[in-house]
């Protein structure tokens, strides 16, 4: 049987010996390199990896197989954060990468995420050229053992450089900020900390070591995960907590107080500070999930907000296209005007930093002078309801309804740019999103209240179980 190589929102992934085998990931490479050989008869890929199991292992066997189709291997030292990669592509102006990184998922899953030459993820029409190509290539056989060294990379450096460009590290030093880090066992270690230290920030960096478990609990920079963050925060009495997930590329904060801070508001809170500081007047970008307060801040400086399906390729291309001065999504992926189009946590963080810093306030007294200057407060929330696969027929069935009215409100704006987004008179929303990879519906909704969220979602859960009895209307 032909295994199937599907690419999600961020690449490949699977459960480590299941899908994710070396015979498959020889598949994936060579689909790949017949995809990135269809365009340049030379090319040059990175080849690179997190802190997972067998990450070496894979990021070997990638580079044997490129080899074979003679493409030009460029192999990271050692773990190397996403966003790091996606610099190094833009720096040397060559083909992409493929990085072995399953991002924030539990230790037992590995991925292969596809970069192309500017360094964002890999747009929907190159990924199905690739699914594609492997399908027609079915089973592979190994690549020839070679004995060849392969040049090895340390972009770090570089990556480095560019920070000292984009942040203002000197407003953090003078500020005399107190800063716990905490890179969750993953690749961030020796960036965020290294980045902050050079310039003579104070900090202390946790979790730095290597451990494929992470901790038994997953890389993920969730509330929970950051427990121990916190604890920290408090001892030291810092002024902010700082994480990075497993390659990186999302961030994590802590308020001086030890509280999480929801990604939907880091996100409006830094558009909002880079306008004031940057002097950037000019959009945003969120996707369909993402907080609409990004949208309450853009309305105050009378510029507007470009809306994506889920998904950080579709807001790269907005930054490669500098249209606009940040965009983010919910699930703590963030980038900016003149960077790459990629999700960066080790930015985010630092920009985090920096607003503290010059605004010499809280993070959770910024969100309320925020809510105070736009006229009204917005909490986000994201709940998942698992669904047999009779209720999931039902319901995709069921979504496609013109809906005028929902759970009794009354809907001004019907959105289907990534699912079904229902918009409210009262400004709030719910949006359903089935899952392409599990068996559940993602659940969205935003209010002035996160009780009022709260209630929403739990009646949408209610209408979707209804539903499947054929019941309500």
Known sequence: MT???KFGTSGWRAIIADDFTFANVRLAVAAIADHVR????????????????????????????????????LL???????????????????DGAINFTASHNPAEYQGLKFSGPDGGPALPEMTRDIEARAAKLGTRAPAKACDDVFEKIDPKGFYLERLAQLVNFKAIRDAKLSVVTDALHGCGAGYL???????????????TDRDVLFDGSGPDVSEENLRPLRDAVLAKKATVGLATDGDADRFGILDSDGAWVQPNHVIALLYDYLVETRGWKMPAARSVATSHLVDAVAQ??????????????????????????????????????????EKDGILACLLVAEMVAVRRAPVAEQLRALFKRVGREFWPLRTNLHLPEDVKVKTVARLKTEFT???????????????????FSDGSWVLLRLSGTEPLLRVYTEAATLEAASKLASETHAWIMDTAQGART
Do not use: W
């Open 76 to 94: 990271c030292a050692g773990p190397t954060p996403t966003p790091v990669i996606a610099h190094e592509i833009r720096r040397r102006k060559i």
């Open 3 to 5: 295994p199937v190589i």
């Open 38 to 73: 269809s365009r340049n008869a030379k090319p040059t890929l990175i080849v690179g990896h997190d802190t997972r199991f067998f990450a070496e292992e894979f990021t070997r066997t990638a580079a044997e197989i490129l080899r074979e189709h003679g493409i030009h291997v």
């Open 193 to 207: 900390d290294r980045a902050l230290i050079t310039h003579g920030v104070t900090v202390q960096a946790m979790r």
């Open 300 to 341: 105050q400086y009378r510029t507007t907000v470009f809306q994506t399906p889920v998904g950080f390729k579709y807001i790269g291309e907005l930054i490669e296209q500098d249209k606009i001065a940040l965009g983010g999504e919910e699930s703590a992926g963030l980038s900016i005007r003149g960077h790459v189009p």
């Open 405 to 423: 009215t929902f759970l009794r409100r009354r809907v001004t704006s019907l959105d289907r740019t990534d699912g079904l987004k229902l918009e």
